[in-house]
């Protein structure tokens, strides 16, 4: 199982020899030496409890776990006496070699003791420990048994001799080891004890520990409620946790715990929690083999990036430290990553750092690694044949070792590139030795690996029902793999809850002690609170006079930017008027030269008519003085026809003149507002009139076709005469700007038109002004209503004219002004008024 | 000596007709009206060679004085009749504008009648 493979890491991060060393030390020889060094040599006190507890150790490591503890209690007693704190550091190793595991178990345990032996020595700043710690090596797991009853018998001798802490250390190790053996129900009462025991002891990591073992235990045999209940405990525990290197410690008994029951996600949360954890304590040397667990684990499990990722951290680390031990692991492990990432070049860099270090000692594990690696780079570069004699030279060594894990996946290896090869019957026979291990030992990624080659070669073998088989096997896996991702997500939702409910329950339990003190602070508070307060109505206060004077300002810049924005209005208005006065006056000037025309003639005619009558009067005179015979009486007749005609003509024209005159003066006078009964026909003529003189007295070339067309029927009808008249004066003037600017464009054979007309339709009145000149553009259409909008260039126009007789038609006699208008063919104003 | 007056004020006829009585009585001086430039140039078509002097105001609605003037000078040419310019504005736009055109007289309102009555003579008698 994984758990092997996890086993192999954890031990090897402690120890850089550890296979070698196994073959190679005897410990019995070390023994030797040192009894006869101990006989031998009576030295100081201190001298000969360190010897005895190096014994001791060396006793233990040699299975020899009773003799071992003996000395090892010796040495401890010895080095009491001598108040010499190095004593209790040895103790602890010893404990943790005790604890040291066959395969089937992770040895956090040991780590567990190590570390707090560890910690023991940093806290009285002692560097002193035997090298047994590089040199320990994971229990075989044929001399389980042997094992077991030599750790029952140390039971029975530490219960006479009542040392609960060897005792309680002994059943522990006795709870795994009988566990390993797959003895759930007896391992769990030692499991119990050791538990109890631990608790006595005040030693809540290793009760917690015993705790987790029991469960795993449990696991085996019971139901899965209850495991569950035993596992929120142990969550509950940690969460309760104050300490933090107890609470790290424990993170990490978790992590293993999750670990060896399959929930990775689950072991990876408490891995990085123990991480955080030795951090916060700064135990760097831990930190180092943690991301070094991390780093595999994730690359395994999760994401090679990420797993990089804590392996470059672990580097750092061990380049700050200058600790360098079990740094093969690290590189293998590296490249790993790499090799999962594709990057083979980089890959290879850490391979050979780690095949430098590998072939330097003589590591047989870590060799087989180096060729596990190589042969999968060399699978990535596709030299598939090249690839092969390296995955079988590792899955020999895997398999001397009983690394039934890593062997599998050799195999696996080795399938994947005879299948590449196209040596099918070679690929399928490895496929299937794979496949054997991996389900046999329920390996899922080996599981995987090899029936999706069996199924790929039996296909290409056109042996679609074997084919089959293997992809069921295969989905069958997945299908497991997504079943342990539920339960992994499950798990992870209990979790969560049961980690609120604790927070709320450590809350609630805080919230009661604090009460009490909180009370006693009452007074204290009251009197700070008084001093808040008055504090807060102080700046309350004055806050409030701030933003009062800040009111204050700002009304008075209001109160200017009233001031201002009225004056604005005002003279706005002012001009407004003014605008609409100048507007009268252009008009007007525009008049003047048309009425100056207009009684001109009239003039004429009356000066003209009056003096030919005086001829005529003359004439008659002297017909009248010739004697009576020569007289003609016809002549006299007809002379005072004449003159009696002129008379009329002059008259006609004097009150021609006087016509004109008014409607000048009512042009320029402003509206009486008051509506008249007045002749539109008349109006309309006499404005044409005006309009077109103006127009040719500013520009003499200018010349239209007039044409009227007015509709006697109409009458007089109720109109403000000035108002109406100054729209028809509007209204013609453009049509004559119109047709000037089209003529002026010179087009052949135009000729500049505008007509009025009026016409009674129903109870309307309909005044037409029309042009023929170049039309108002669309995109103004919409405009030539607005005030102040003019197509004149600059201080020829005042751009009011359309807007005032739009005001004056619309407002002035609830009347319609449209406009109808083509480009190039001319513009038609009507103007409906209700008579 | 036949004389063409044009002018859009009809009471021009009354008035001319009254002011050259004794010319019209004998027969020194004939008269033809027309009240706008188009009626002129019918008049011409229709009497070619008769009109020896046309007497025309310049701002006439419709067509003006100056292009009946234009028209006369380039249609009737044998032989080209005396055109006299009236106006109102006697400004020298007009009156340049006129005798670049060929007319041959400019006057201005209001019309001296004694100044025109010598002119006319003075034409007739040559």
Known sequence: ?835 | MKVLVVDDETDIQTLFEQRFRKEIREKILEFAFAFSGEDALSYLNGHEHEAVLILSDINMPGMSGLELLDQIKSKYTTPPPVVMMITAYGDDENFNTAKRLGADDFLTKPVDFALLKEKLKMIADV
């Open chain 1, 1 to 835: 199982m994984k758990k092997l493979n996890l086993l192999y890491i954890f031990i090897l991060a402690f120890s850089a020899n550890v296979f070698s060393q196994h073959k190679t030390v005897s410990y019995a020889s070390k023994i030797d030496s040192l009894e006869i060094l101990l006989k031998n040599a009576a030295k100081t006190d201190t001298a000969k409890a360190h010897q005895l507890a190096y014994l001791g150790q060396l006793y233990i490591c040699n299975d020899q776990i009773m003799k071992g503890l003996i000395l090892s209690k010796q040495a401890y007693e010895m080095y009491q006496k001598l108040n010499d704190p190095v004593g209790r550091g040895y103790f602890l190793q010893a404990m943790a070699l005790v604890t040291r595991d066959a395969g089937t178990a992770s040895n956090d345990r040991m780590s567990l003791f190590y570390i707090k032996a560890k910690w023991h020595f940093d806290q009285m700043e002692l560097s002193e420990t035997f090298p047994l710690y590089q040199q320990m090596h994971y229990v075989q797991a044929n001399i389980l048994e042997s094992r077991t009853l030599e750790l029952k018998k140390a039971i029975a001798y530490f219960e006479k001799q009542g040392d609960k802490e060897i005792l309680a250390v002994l059943l522990f190790a006795t709870g795994y080891n009988l566990l390993s053996q797959n003895q759930g129900n007896e391992s769990i009462t030692y499991l119990d004890r050791s538990y109890v025991l631990f608790k006595q002891l005040n030693q809540p990591e290793a009760a917690f520990t015993a705790y987790l073992t029991k469960i795993l235990a449990l696991k085996k045999t019971s139901s899965t409620e209850q495991v569950k209940q035993l596992e929120q405990n142990a969550i509950k525990q940690i969460i309760s946790s104050a300490d933090s290197r107890e609470k790290s410690l424990l993170c990490l008994s978790m992590f293993t715990y999750y670990y060896q029951i399959g929930l990775e996600a689950q072991a990876l949360e408490y891995l990085l929690k123990a991480i955080t954890g030795f951090k916060e304590i700064n135990d760097k040397q831990t930190l180092i083999r943690l991301y070094n667990i991390a780093g595999d684990e994730i690359q395994i499990y999760g994401s090679p990036r990420k797993g990089y990722e804590f392996l470059q951290k672990e580097l750092a680390l061990r380049k700050e430290l200058n600790e360098n031990d079990d740094i093969t692991y690290t590189y293998i492990t590296l490249s790993f990553c790499l090799i999962k990432l594709k990057n083979y070049d980089e890959a290879l860099k850490y391979l050979s750092l780690a095949e430098e270090l590998v072939n330097k000692s003589d590591n047989l594990y870590y060799l087989a690694k180096c060729f596990d690696a190589r042969g999968q780079v060399l699978m990535g570069q596709q030299k598939f044949p090249e690839a092969i004699p390296y995955f079988s030279k590792a899955a020999l060594i895997f398999k001397d070792q009983n690394n039934q894990w890593s062997e599998s996946y050799q195999y696996g290896y080795i399938a994947g590139c005879y299948y590449e090869m196209g040596n099918l019957d070679e690929s399928i026979r490895y496929g299937n030795i794979s496949l054997d291990i991996g389900k046999q030992n329920n390996y899922i990624p080996v599981t995987l690996m090899a029936s999706k080659v069996l199924s790929e070669a039996h296909a290409r073998q056109g042996n679609n029902q074997k084919s089959y088989e293997y992809l069921k096997v295969y989905s069958d896996t997945k299908d497991k793999l997504l079943q342990n991702d539920i339960d992994n997500r499950l798990t992870d939702l209990e979790t969560q809850s049961l980690v609120q409910e604790a927070q709320r329950e450590k809350e609630k339990l805080e919230a009661q002690t604090y009460i009490k003190e909180k009370e006693n602070e009452q007074q204290r508070l009251w009197l700070i609170g008084i001093a808040c307060c008055l504090l807060i109505v102080l700046f309350a206060a004055w806050f409030l006079h701030k933003s009062n004077r800040d009111k204050k300002e700002a009304n008075k810049l209001l109160n200017e930017q009233k001031t201002q924005i009225e004056e604005a209005m005002i003279h706005l208005k002012a001009t407004q008027s003014q605008l609409i006065q100048s507007e009268k006056m252009a008009s007007l000037g525009e008049l003047t030269a048309g009425i100056a025309h207009e009684i001109q003639n009239p003039l004429n005619f009356v000066n003209n008519f009056s003096e030919v009558s005086v001829e005529l009067i003359e004439e008659l005179k002297s017909e009248k003085a010739k004697p009576k015979s020569e007289r003609d009486d016809q002549l006299e007749e007809d002379l005072l026809n004449d003159i009696a005609q002129n008379l009329e003509k002059i008259n006609h024209h004097g009150k021609r003149a006087d016509g004109i005159v008014k409607g000048m003066l009512q042009h320029s006078r402003s509206s009486s507002g008051q509506k008249e009964l007045t002749n539109i026909n008349t109006l309309a003529d006499e404005y044409l009139r005006l309009a077109y003189h103006g127009l040719r007295a500013k520009d003499k070339s200018f010349n239209a076709t007039l044409k009227t067309d007015f509709d006697e029927s109409i009458g007089s009808i109720n109109i403000i005469p000035q108002d109406m008249g100054r729209v028809i004066l509007n209204l013609i003037t453009n049509a004559f700007y119109a047709v000037g600017e089209k003529k002026k464009q010179g087009t052949p054979g135009y000729e500049p038109t505008v007509s009025v007309s009026t016409k009674k339709v129903g109870n309307k009145v309909e005044i037409v002004v029309k042009d023929n000149g170049n039309g108002i553009p669309n995109a103004i259409k919409e405009k030539i209503f607005q005030p102040f909008f003019t197509t004149k260039p600059t201080g020829q126009g005042t751009g009011l004219g359309l807007s005032m007789s739009y005001d004056i038609v619309t407002k002035g006699h609830s009347g319609e002004i449209k406009v109808h208008t083509r480009e190039n063919e001319g513009t038609e104003f009507i103007i409906n008024i209700p008579t």
